[in-house]
């Protein structure tokens, strides 16, 4: 059975940094490209990142790009987000996400429960 | 980047109606299109890719087509616990994903 289990979010200031994590189970973890996805109230799904499944390629949403980092460690079955220069707009519920083939992206087929991040002062 | 929108944002039908959502894309997407069904409280769950394909151990009262820029996402006969919001999204423009607004779906 296929699980993914974020861990990580918490109330943190403007300005303030977080690191999330993502702990998968169940399926060849480095066979698979990995994204995270969050959602607001307001805003809906948003995609935030993805990451190949060697690592080798990262890409961003414009909204996050050269603030959030993601990464993943295949001997840990692990995935990551580094998360700095945190603004309230971040405010939202953080999705560990699987691509339903092996080494191609789009269709994501299994989701993590989510991960709160609040930013407030 | 391409926009994806959904219609109508919300809707009530009774048990056993049809119900149809559509999801127009800003620019040609051939059928690299998803739905996605996400109860209170829960994380989303695929149940129609690349446009019309049901996904593994989903209902068959669930549908999709087109293909273009205009797709529809059917429920056949509703049931008490499709209640939920539908999201469609899109990946032709990779590695870029984007999702329509959703569709909360009520039982009238």
Redesign the interface.
């Known amino acids: 059975e296929v699980q993914l289990v974020e861990s990580g979010g918490v109330v943190v200031q403007p300005g303030g940094s977080l690191r999330l994590s993502c702990a998968a189970s169940g399926f060849t973890f480095d066979d698979y490209i990995m994204h995270w996805v969050r959602q607001t109230p307001g805003k809906g799904l948003e995609w935030v990142s993805v990451i190949s499944w060697d690592g080798g390629s990262t890409y961003y949403a414009d909204s996050v790009k050269g603030r959030f980092t993601i990464s993943r460690d295949n001997s840990k079955n692990s995935l990551y987000l580094q998360m700095n220069s945190l603004r309230t707009e971040d405010t939202a519920l953080y999705y560990c996400v699987k691509d339903r083939y092996p080494r191609v992206q789009g269709v994501l087929d299994y989701w993590g429960q989510g991960t709160l991040v609040t930013v407030s002062s | 980047d391409i926009q994806m929108t959904q219609s109508p944002s919300s809707l009530s039908a009774s048990v056993g109606d049809r119900v149809t959502i559509t999801c127009q894309a800003s620019q040609d997407i051939s059928n ?1 299109l ?1 739905w ?1 069904q996400q109860k209170p409280g ?5 149940l129609i ?2 446009a019309s394909n049901l ?1 593994t151990g989903v209902p068959s009262r669930f549908s999709g087509s087109g293909s273009g820029t205009d797709f529809t996402f059917t429920i056949s006969s509703l049931q008490p616990e499709d209640i939920a919001t539908y ?1 469609c ?1 899109q ?1 032709d423009n ?9 569709t909360k779906v009520e039982i009238k």
């Open positions: 690299f998803n996605y829960k994380a989303p769950k695929l890719y690349d996904e999201y999204q990946y990779l590695p870029r994903l984007t999702f329509g607004g959703g």
